[in-house]
Nanobody, 124 residues
Framework: QVQLVESGGGLVQAGGSLRLSCAASGRTFSSFAMGWFRQPPGKERQFVAAISRYGISTYYTDSVKGRFTISRDNAKSTVNLQMSSLKPEDTAVYYC?????????????????WGQGTQVTVSS
């Protein structure tokens, strides 16, 4: 079991930056591959980024490549999503997720644990 709590969301102007953090508690953090997903208003949940258990591999959806960076600190049991050059289409509720898997999933179905989400709103 693992509990996930996101923070860092908010309102930002287009072109600005935000840093999301997800704090995990419970089972050993390095047991989990970690991911960030988002759900825009009226749309389904979308994959944003993922990172392997020890941070060696990272994955991004095409629309955020070069703008978002996922990182993790296993000693602090945290995973972060640094978001830069934000666009109005990045507006969504952002969720942190954890997967017990040797391979790092890039679909929501691969994740068994979810945080409550944090709202990110990008104004034009």
């Amino acid at each position: 079991q693992v509990q996930l709590v996101e923070s860092g969301g908010g309102l930002v102007q287009a072109g600005g930056s935000l840093r999301l953090s997800c704090a995990a508690s419970g089972r050993t953090f390095s047991s989990f591959a970690m991911g960030w997903f988002r759900q825009p208003p009226g749309k389904e949940r979308q994959f944003v980024a993922a990172i392997s258990r020890y941070g060696i591999s990272t994955y991004y959806t095409d629309s955020v490549k070069g703008r978002f960076t996922i990182s993790r600190d296993n000693a602090k049991s945290t995973v972060n999503l640094q978001m830069s050059s934000l666009k109005p289409e990045d507006t969504a509720v952002y969720y942190c997720a954890a997967a017990v898997a040797r391979q790092t999933p890039i679909s929501a179905a691969g994740y068994g644990y979810w945080g409550q989400g944090t709202q990110v709103t990008v104004s034009s």
